[in-house]
């Protein structure tokens, strides 16, 4: 049965694809963002910040003198922000009033809002900096400390590499499922195998465990990618990111069975499935967008999937460690699916045709 | 030239009337787009509207206690805990229980009636980066606040350089408005996409295939008698994402709507186009289930929608080269929020143009080999 | 059999009904008020055309469905609440049986016999008797999926038999197999019952296998029409069944067409250039005709009449006769050859075809007949030949060649959502048939083929015998002169089959050049001409009566067409054995 090659090419080659398709793709690191720096004095002071824009890893100015020119920079996104400085800069710094116009593009509101603190964050060192030297001007009063438990190099991979092994494995186990299963029952051999001794439960057991095993051949691929090539730290222990995880497959494989048991037409199982696992576990699982900031309304629907919980444990995981405080109500709601799946599924896969 | 148009015209309306006759699938056809729209909407959104923080307020003085008041005030800040020692902060990030904790040092107070720098710390749970960033970020617009203030009531000097900014397009950073608009071409990809890639699979295993390319039908009016209907559906549903964009979220609309509807048919006759040179090597339905969506999934998640274009390594932005849906986001997003003409569109068009030339004249090729 | 006969398996009043949709429409009533009764030692065959509830029946039995109302007891269990007792003893060959294909003979065998918890002692005793039975002792190796029609289903048989059951089931396990293949698995069977006392029931459409069962179920549309002994059934006709010569220069077809129309003969069919009449109890015999021994088939047609209503008239009127052709071909094929990588589907094929008349294609599945009409049709292009139709080089100028010809697929591609007028308008449009001209050819197409009453039921709500009435129209609207029919009769009843030769018969009358292919002998009747095919390539080819004379028969036993095949293809393979065994 597992003679069938486009199961294997779906089971472990295809996450390998998907996880370095989109491990590199997907970032959310806002670095080396270009910005038109209008320069309308070019005194020392104003120099002096531009050297800071240009020596920053996080920003590619492009130096222009006109707003005109800057403005058309950014009508055609060739800068992602305009920072202008105007001509009177460094006369009105000595009387403590001077005003350094910022202008991002609203398209991008994730990234202009970052682009926006950056700029403070430049501006802000330079004000310091002139205090080091001498200059009278002061910051403050209160002066802030940031530190980033956890992820100190502030890398986006850190948190999307785990969620993309989410979907990863949602596709795995849901989609490949149901595609087989399915099949089954349109090519037949389901009513041949009916009537035998074996067991409704075993037909089901029989036909899951060759996708489980190649479900956890594609889970390891992926662990393996991430530390690599994406250099995402593994705080806790291999065992239980293989238990966390062989738990969510269970319930995703599960999840396919049952899809495909009620629904025997292939065409519509492969659509539900997809619709009911992947678009939930890539929109709402946690992964790329925050639960707490929804609405209440869409959080309750999130608390029925199970790639939040996985999400969950995964981040944690990875990053932190094996927090059981957070690990063992996730696991505990995910093994809970799995009984209510076997059950349900087990009463409607008895061996009946209709 | 009048009897091909026809024989056209025979095709579209029979596809018409295979596909939208059942109500159940006008139903599944057009309802799912705007369920998505409304519950991503949702969803998607970078924003934090809601983030839990604690604090370790280690001075406990009026000072300490006015600041933590501004953060309550702000109606986004969720104060969960107070917290007594530094070595809770730790355990209380780490089960996720908030999002950010503010710590104020022992001299708050004293610091500030001095004159000198006082120090808060903000720690973040690093395992999001990007929520990070952004509840520092509105963190920090809080302190800022307070530092105003303080100036102004104690009479020292403001720093001399501030900061004017602004953003364009979209005046309150709101992520929905960009999302949303993004969502009509990718909403629109899939059902159009999944749609064209089986139809012909589909004709295929119930035998009718067959006798279409008996009759004097040639390839490529079956295949402009696929696409159309698939375009006309396609217009349909985006319309759909739109209305619930317009009336739902009341997202304003900066641009003209023909120019949006021009780009969409653009986007859509490309989608189309894919899904035509799809069905052209199924020969199951199941089959061209499984190339749309292993084509559907890198189109939507690198198309620049959720992630930067420019944040990924060059071979792939090349990738996204042939993605039709970037340009189709990209199109909504310039024309829905800033109100960009078509001739400022051309970037994105011929693109567009483009890839739905190769695709449909390399569907009609394979059609006309309709052999193995 | 010294104990007297017990019932293995006991139905009364069985119900069972398909709710396709919520409406009352879409219900389909599969059984209404069965009852059977299978007994112990016995081969008894449930016969019925497609759509009767053979399957639904065999299903009921295997406890794979639960019926509506009604009791059944299958071997004293109740299949809808035991069903785990009842799978445990028995064995049941379903129509699509489920070999894996990319296993060997020897791997499927082992993975049944898994499934059925066969020891390895009782395999070791077994598996030589299996390979003896089904002769695929030499194929062991072999990949199920390159085995041929009947080899698959000897081997689908050998897997539902690696232990001995009480009861076994099979549903239309010859289907489309060659008859020679046919001809072993009823020996098999046969020789099971006989030897060792097992139990069958066997679903078949073929009425020549009904008779040698011990006892009969006819079904027809859900409810039981008699169960009797063979000869019970033959009885019904006895003293009514007579022979006719045709007279000179009329064929046997034009006097069958002409006859069934009488109200008082219930059938007539031409066979070996003669025509068999069955009639009413109360109608006189035609002259001329001699008297003859019924057959199971004519005592069949006799409970058909009496249940199921006459069907109207079924010529069909052309609008304008096809004009007078010079006699030229209506079809050329030369050395026809088609490859599909290393397997060659159909090998150096050669025929020709005459205007106005019924050409018929004879082959068991897999023989290249379908592969052979799709490049005809020029839905496939060939990889070598030369393909004419009405003159028209079909590899040059396929799109003129194509003009002159309509097509009815064996599934009868209708849009299944579209109404028969829709249907009806959609395929005028695709020929470009517009304005009046089309109105009149889509009237045309309803009157004469009764369905006018149909026309705002959409294609998939159709019975079987509309579907094709339909399917054949929109193949007619264009006024072709030749028709393509694959497999028209396929799985369909006997009445049903008469009407729609009578229809044919009154087509090719008027000029129309029609060619069949179909897998079941006798229609070769029917045809002027015919060929037979077998693993590619054609083997003989004439008139019925000159294929029939190819047959070797027992002294005295009157040659069929199925003897005739059978001897062809039997000389074909003695000549090249390798080649007979690919799939």
């Given at each position: 049965m597992?003679?069938d090659?486009s199961s294997?090419?779906?089971?472990?080659v295809?996450?390998?694809?998907?996880?370095?398709?989109f491990?590199?793709g997907?970032?959310?690191d806002?670095k080396h963002?270009?910005?038109?720096?209008?320069?309308?004095?070019?005194?020392?002071?104003?120099?002096?910040?531009a050297?800071?824009?240009?020596?920053?890893?996080?920003?590619?100015?492009t130096?222009?003198?006109?707003?005109?020119?800057?403005?058309?920079?950014l009508?055609?996104?060739?800068?992602?922000?305009?920072?202008?400085?105007?001509s009177?800069?460094?006369r009105?710094?000595?009387?403590?009033?001077?005003t350094?116009?910022?202008?991002v593009h609203?398209?991008?509101a994730n990234?202009?809002r970052?682009?926006?603190?950056?700029?403070?964050?430049?501006i802000g060192?330079?004000?310091s900096?002139?205090?080091a030297?001498?200059?009278?001007?002061?910051?403050?009063?209160?002066?802030?400390?940031?530190?980033l438990w956890?992820?100190?190099a502030?890398?986006?991979?850190?948190?999307?590499?785990?969620g993309l092994?989410?979907?990863?494995m949602?596709?795995?186990?849901?989609?490949?499922?149901?595609?087989?299963?399915?099949?089954?029952?349109?090519?037949?051999?389901?009513?041949?195998?009916f009537v035998?001794?074996?067991?409704?439960?075993?037909?089901l057991?029989?036909?899951t465990?060759?996708?489980?095993?190649?479900?956890?051949?594609?889970?390891?691929?992926c662990?393996?990618?991430?530390?690599?090539?994406?250099?995402?730290?593994l705080?806790?222990?291999?065992?239980?990111?293989?238990?966390?995880?062989?738990l969510?497959?269970?319930?995703?494989l599960?999840?396919?069975?049952?899809i495909?048991?009620?629904?025997?037409n292939?065409?519509?199982?492969s659509?539900?499935t997809?619709?009911a696992?992947f678009?939930p576990?890539?929109?709402?699982?946690?992964?790329?967008?925050d639960?707490r900031?929804?609405?209440?309304a869409?959080?309750?629907?999130?608390?029925?999937?199970?790639?939040?919980?996985?999400?969950?444990?995964?981040?944690?995981i990875?990053?932190?460690?094996n927090?059981?405080g957070?690990?063992v109500?996730?696991a505990a709601v995910?093994?809970a699916m799995?009984?209510?799946?076997?059950?349900w599924g087990?009463?409607?896969?008895?061996?009946?045709?209709? | 030239?009048?009897?091909?148009l026809l024989r056209?015209?025979?095709?579209?309306r029979k596809?018409?009337?295979?596909?939208l006759k059942d109500?159940?699938?006008?139903?599944?056809?057009?309802?799912?787009p705007m369920?998505?729209?409304?519950?991503?909407?949702?969803?998607a959104?970078?924003?934090?509207?809601h983030?839990?923080y604690?604090v370790?307020?280690?001075?406990?003085s009026?000072?300490?206690r006015?600041?933590i008041?501004?953060?309550?005030?702000t109606?986004?800040?969720?104060?969960?805990?107070?917290?007594?020692r530094?070595?809770d902060i730790?355990a209380?990030?780490?089960?996720?229980?908030?999002?950010?904790?503010?710590?104020?040092?022992?001299?708050?107070?004293?610091q500030?009636?001095?004159g000198?720098?006082?120090?808060?710390?903000?720690?973040?749970?690093?395992?999001?980066s990007?929520t990070?960033?952004?509840?520092?970020?509105?963190?920090n617009?809080?302190?800022?606040?307070?530092?105003a203030?303080?100036?102004?009531?104690?009479?020292?000097?403001?720093?001399?350089v501030?900061i004017?900014?602004?953003?364009?397009?979209?005046p309150?950073?709101?992520?929905?408005w960009?999302?949303?608009?993004?969502m009509i071409?990718?909403?629109t990809?899939?059902?159009t996409?999944l749609?064209?890639a089986?139809s012909?699979?589909?004709?295929?295993?119930?035998?009718?295939?067959?006798?279409?390319l008996?009759?004097p039908f040639?390839?490529?009016?079956?295949?402009?008698?696929?696409?159309?209907p698939?375009?006309?559906i396609g217009?349909?549903?985006?319309?759909?994402v739109l209305?619930?964009?317009q009336?739902?979220?009341?997202?304003?609309f900066a641009?003209?709507f023909?120019?949006?509807?021009a780009g969409?048919?653009?986007f859509?006759?490309?989608?189309v186009?894919?899904g035509?040179?799809?069905?052209?090597?199924?020969?199951?339905?199941?089959?061209a289930m499984?190339?749309?969506?292993?084509m559907i999934?890198p189109?939507?998640m690198?198309?620049?929608?959720?992630?930067?274009?420019?944040?990924m390594?060059?071979?792939?932005?090349?990738?996204?080269?042939?993605?039709?849906l970037?340009?189709?986001?990209?199109?909504?997003?310039r024309v829905?929020?800033?109100?960009?003409s078509?001739?400022q569109?051309?970037?994105?068009?011929?693109?567009?143009a483009?890839?739905?030339?190769v695709t449909?004249?390399?569907a009609a090729?394979?059609?006309?080999?309709?052999l193995? | 059999?010294?104990a007297?006969?017990?019932?293995?398996?006991?139905?009364?009043?069985i119900?069972?009904?398909f709710?396709l949709?919520?409406?009352?429409?879409?219900?389909?009533h599969?059984?209404a008020?069965?009852?059977?009764?299978v007994?112990a030692?016995?081969?008894t065959?449930?016969?019925g055309?497609?759509?009767?509830?053979k399957?639904t029946l065999m299903?009921?039995?295997?406890?794979?469905?639960r019926a509506?109302?009604g009791?059944?007891r299958?071997?004293?269990?109740?299949?809808?609440?035991?069903?785990?007792?009842?799978?445990e003893?028995?064995?049941?060959?379903?129509?699509?049986?489920?070999?894996?294909e990319?296993?060997?003979v020897?791997?499927?065998?082992?993975?049944?016999?898994?499934l059925?918890?066969v020891?390895a002692?009782e395999?070791?005793v077994?598996?030589?008797?299996?390979?003896q039975?089904?002769?695929?002792g030499?194929f062991?190796g072999?990949?199920?999926?390159?085995?041929?029609?009947?080899?698959?289903?000897?081997?689908?048989?050998?897997?539902?038999?690696?232990?001995s059951?009480e009861?076994?089931?099979?549903?239309?396990p010859t289907?489309g197999?060659?008859?020679?293949?046919?001809r072993?698995?009823w020996q098999?069977?046969?020789?099971?019952?006989?030897?060792q006392?097992?139990?069958?029931?066997?679903?078949?459409?073929y009425?020549?296998e009904a008779?040698?069962?011990?006892?009969?179920?006819?079904?027809?549309r859900?409810?039981?029409l008699?169960?009797?002994?063979?000869?019970?059934?033959?009885?019904r006709?006895?003293?009514?069944?007579?022979?006719?010569?045709?007279?000179?220069?009329?064929s046997?077809?034009?006097?069958q067409?002409?006859?069934?129309e009488?109200?008082?003969?219930?059938d007539a069919?031409?066979?070996g250039?003669r025509v068999?009449?069955?009639t009413?109890?109360?109608?006189?015999?035609?002259?001329?005709?001699?008297?003859?021994?019924p057959r199971?088939?004519?005592?069949?047609?006799?409970l058909l009449?009496?249940?199921?209503?006459?069907?109207?008239?079924?010529?069909i009127?052309?609008?304008?006769?096809?004009?007078?052709?010079?006699h030229?071909a209506a079809v050329?094929?030369?050395?026809?050859?088609?490859?599909?990588?290393?397997?060659?589907?159909v090998?150096?094929?050669r025929?020709?075809?005459?205007?106005?008349e019924?050409?018929?294609?004879?082959?068991p599945?897999?023989?290249?007949?379908?592969t052979?009409f799709?490049?005809l049709?020029?839905l496939l292009?060939p990889t070598?030949?030369v393909?004419r139709?009405a003159?028209?080089d079909?590899?040059e100028?396929?799109?003129?060649?194509r003009?002159?010809?309509g097509y009815v697929?064996?599934?009868?591609?209708?849009?299944?959502?579209?109404?028969v007028?829709?249907?009806?308008?959609?395929?005028?449009?695709a020929y470009?048939?517009?304005g009046r001209?089309?109105?009149?050819?889509?009237?045309?197409?309803m009157a004469?083929?009764g369905l006018t009453?149909?026309a705002?039921?959409?294609?998939?709500?159709?019975?079987?015998?509309f579907?094709q009435r339909?399917?054949?129209?929109?193949?007619?609207?264009?006024e072709?002169?030749?028709?393509?029919l694959?497999?028209?009769?396929?799985?369909?009843?006997p009445?049903?089959?008469r009407?729609?030769?009578?229809?044919?018969?009154t087509?090719?009358?008027q000029?129309?050049?029609?060619?069949v292919t179909?897998?079941?002998?006798p229609?070769?009747e029917y045809?002027d001409?015919?060929?037979?095919?077998d693993?590619?390539?054609?083997?003989?080819?004439?008139?019925?009566?000159?294929i029939?004379a190819?047959a070797r028969?027992?002294?005295?036993?009157v040659?069929?067409m199925?003897d005739?095949?059978i001897?062809?293809v039997?000389?074909a393979?003695?000549?090249e054995?390798?080649r007979a065994s690919?799939a």
């Amino acid at each position: 049965m597992v003679r069938d090659p486009s199961s294997i090419a779906m089971g472990v080659v295809l996450p390998v694809i998907l996880i370095l398709l989109f491990g590199f793709g997907l970032s959310l690191d806002v670095k080396h963002v270009p910005v038109a720096l209008d320069l309308e004095e070019t005194s020392a002071d104003a120099l002096d910040i531009a050297a800071g824009f240009q020596l920053s890893p996080y920003f590619e100015p492009t130096i222009v003198h006109s707003m005109a020119a800057a403005e058309r920079l950014l009508v055609t996104r060739t800068v992602d922000g305009i920072v202008r400085i105007p001509s009177d800069f460094t006369r009105r710094v000595s009387a403590g009033d001077a005003t350094i116009e910022v202008i991002v593009h609203g398209s991008d509101a994730n990234r202009a809002r970052i682009i926006e603190a950056y700029v403070e964050g430049a501006i802000g060192a330079w004000t310091s900096r002139q205090a080091a030297e001498g200059r009278a001007v002061i910051a403050g009063p209160v002066v802030v400390q940031s530190r980033l438990w956890f992820n100190s190099a502030n890398d986006s991979h850190y948190f999307l590499v785990p969620g993309l092994i989410v979907l990863v494995m949602t596709l795995t186990g849901a989609f490949l499922t149901a595609m087989v299963v399915a099949r089954e029952w349109e090519r037949g051999t389901f009513e041949a195998l009916f009537v035998t001794p074996v067991r409704s439960e075993e037909i089901l057991l029989g036909k899951t465990i060759p996708y489980f095993g190649l479900g956890m051949v594609g889970l390891t691929l992926c662990v393996l990618a991430a530390q690599f090539l994406f250099d995402v730290p593994l705080l806790g222990s291999l065992w239980v990111l293989l238990g966390a995880s062989m738990l969510y497959l269970l319930v995703g494989l599960g999840i396919g069975l049952l899809i495909s048991s009620a629904v025997k037409n292939q065409l519509v199982a492969s659509q539900l499935t997809m619709l009911a696992t992947f678009m939930p576990a890539f929109m709402l699982s946690g992964f790329l967008f925050d639960l707490r900031s929804m609405p209440a309304a869409i959080r309750l629907i999130t608390y029925l999937l199970p790639a939040r919980y996985y999400v969950a444990m995964l981040q944690t995981i990875f990053l932190a460690g094996n927090l059981w405080g957070v690990l063992v109500p996730n696991a505990a709601v995910l093994l809970a699916m799995l009984a209510i799946l076997g059950l349900w599924g087990r009463s409607i896969t008895h061996k009946r045709l209709a | 030239m009048l009897g091909s148009l026809l024989r056209i015209v025979a095709l579209t309306r029979k596809e018409l009337l295979a596909v939208l006759k059942d109500r159940r699938a006008r139903m599944s056809l057009l309802l799912p787009p705007m369920i998505q729209t409304l519950i991503f909407g949702y969803a998607a959104t970078y924003d934090l509207n809601h983030v839990p923080y604690a604090v370790l307020d280690q001075d406990d003085s009026g000072a300490s206690r006015a600041l933590i008041a501004r953060f309550d005030g702000t109606g986004i800040f969720d104060r969960v805990a107070d917290l007594h020692r530094e070595a809770d902060i730790g355990a209380f990030i780490d089960a996720r229980r908030a999002i950010l904790v503010l710590q104020v040092e022992r001299n708050f107070e004293r610091q500030l009636d001095y004159g000198a720098a006082a120090n808060v710390q903000l720690i973040a749970d690093g395992r999001n980066s990007n929520t990070a960033g952004t509840a520092m970020g509105y963190a920090n617009a809080v302190i800022e606040a307070f530092n105003a203030d303080w100036r102004a009531t104690h009479d020292l000097p403001n720093p001399p350089v501030s900061i004017d900014e602004r953003a364009w397009y979209n005046p309150n950073l709101e992520t929905r408005w960009d999302m949303i608009p993004g969502m009509i071409g990718t909403l629109t990809l899939i059902q159009t996409l999944l749609l064209t890639a089986m139809s012909v699979a589909r004709e295929r295993e119930q035998g009718t295939f067959d006798q279409l390319l008996v009759t004097p039908f040639r390839p490529a009016e079956i295949m402009a008698g696929k696409a159309l209907p698939a375009m006309l559906i396609g217009l349909t549903q985006a319309t759909g994402v739109l209305l619930v964009a317009q009336l739902w979220f009341h997202i304003p609309f900066a641009g003209s709507f023909v120019t949006l509807y021009a780009g969409m048919t653009c986007f859509v006759l490309a989608s189309v186009g894919i899904g035509l040179m799809v069905s052209a090597v199924s020969y199951t339905m199941q089959q061209a289930m499984l190339f749309s969506f292993l084509m559907i999934m890198p189109f939507a998640m690198l198309s620049g929608l959720t992630t930067p274009l420019r944040n990924m390594p060059l071979a792939l932005q090349y990738f996204t080269l042939v993605n039709p849906l970037r340009y189709a986001v990209d199109i909504a997003q310039r024309v829905y929020l800033e109100g960009t003409s078509f001739a400022q569109l051309f970037p994105d068009i011929w693109p567009l143009a483009l890839i739905a030339g190769v695709t449909l004249s390399g569907a009609a090729w394979m059609f006309r080999n309709r052999l193995q | 059999m010294s104990a007297p006969p017990t019932a293995k398996v006991l139905g009364r009043g069985i119900e069972k009904t398909f709710r396709l949709g919520k409406e009352e429409k879409d219900a389909v009533h599969a059984l209404a008020g069965v009852s059977i009764e299978v007994r112990a030692g016995e081969l008894t065959a449930l016969v019925g055309p497609d759509g009767a509830g053979k399957t639904t029946l065999m299903r009921l039995i295997a406890g794979l469905l639960r019926a509506d109302a009604g009791s059944l007891r299958v071997l004293s269990f109740d299949p809808a609440v035991d069903s785990q007792a009842v799978q445990e003893r028995i064995s049941y060959m379903p129509q699509k049986f489920g070999l894996y294909e990319d296993l060997s003979v020897q791997e499927n065998l082992d993975l049944y016999a898994d499934l059925h918890g066969v020891s390895a002692e009782e395999r070791r005793v077994r598996y030589p008797e299996l390979m003896q039975m089904t002769d695929l002792g030499a194929f062991r190796g072999r990949l199920a999926g390159k085995l041929s029609g009947g080899m698959k289903q000897k081997l689908g048989l050998a897997c539902t038999l690696v232990r001995s059951p009480e009861l076994l089931l099979l549903d239309e396990p010859t289907v489309g197999v060659d008859p020679l293949s046919r001809r072993e698995l009823w020996q098999i069977v046969l020789h099971l019952v006989e030897q060792q006392g097992l139990t069958v029931l066997v679903s078949t459409s073929y009425l020549d296998e009904a008779e040698r069962s011990s006892r009969t179920i006819v079904l027809h549309r859900g409810r039981v029409l008699l169960q009797a002994t063979p000869a019970q059934v033959i009885e019904r006709a006895a003293g009514r069944t007579f022979v006719l010569d045709p007279p000179t220069g009329q064929s046997a077809r034009s006097l069958q067409a002409r006859l069934i129309e009488d109200p008082g003969v219930i059938d007539a069919v031409p066979d070996g250039g003669r025509v068999r009449v069955v009639t009413d109890s109360t109608a006189q015999p035609p002259p001329e005709a001699a008297a003859v021994a019924p057959r199971y088939e004519d005592g069949f047609m006799v409970l058909l009449r009496q249940s199921v209503e006459r069907e109207t008239a079924a010529a069909i009127r052309l609008e304008r006769p096809l004009a007078a052709q010079a006699h030229g071909a209506a079809v050329e094929v030369e050395d026809l050859v088609r490859r599909f990588g290393a397997f060659t589907a159909v090998d150096r094929v050669r025929f020709e075809v005459r205007r106005g008349e019924i050409f018929g294609l004879l082959g068991p599945n897999g023989a290249g007949k379908t592969t052979t009409f799709r490049m005809l049709c020029g839905l496939l292009a060939p990889t070598s030949g030369v393909l004419r139709i009405a003159g028209v080089d079909v590899r040059e100028a396929g799109a003129a060649a194509r003009q002159h010809l309509g097509y009815v697929a064996q599934k009868f591609s209708l849009y299944g959502p579209l109404t028969v007028t829709e249907n009806l308008e959609f395929f005028a449009s695709a020929y470009g048939l517009k304005g009046r001209r089309r109105r009149a050819r889509i009237e045309w197409a309803m009157a004469q083929f009764g369905l006018t009453d149909h026309a705002h039921l959409d294609a998939n709500e159709l019975a079987g015998g509309f579907k094709q009435r339909l399917a054949m129209s929109a193949a007619l609207l264009h006024e072709p002169e030749i028709l393509f029919l694959d497999e028209p009769t396929s799985g369909a009843d006997p009445l049903a089959r008469r009407a729609f030769w009578a229809r044919i018969t009154t087509l090719s009358e008027q000029g129309v050049t029609v060619i069949v292919t179909t897998h079941f002998m006798p229609e070769a009747e029917y045809c002027d001409h015919v060929a037979i095919m077998d693993a590619g390539r054609i083997l003989a080819r004439g008139t019925p009566g000159e294929i029939r004379a190819l047959a070797r028969v027992a002294a005295g036993a009157v040659p069929t067409m199925e003897d005739a095949f059978i001897t062809v293809v039997e000389d074909a393979r003695a000549r090249e054995p390798a080649r007979a065994s690919a799939a």
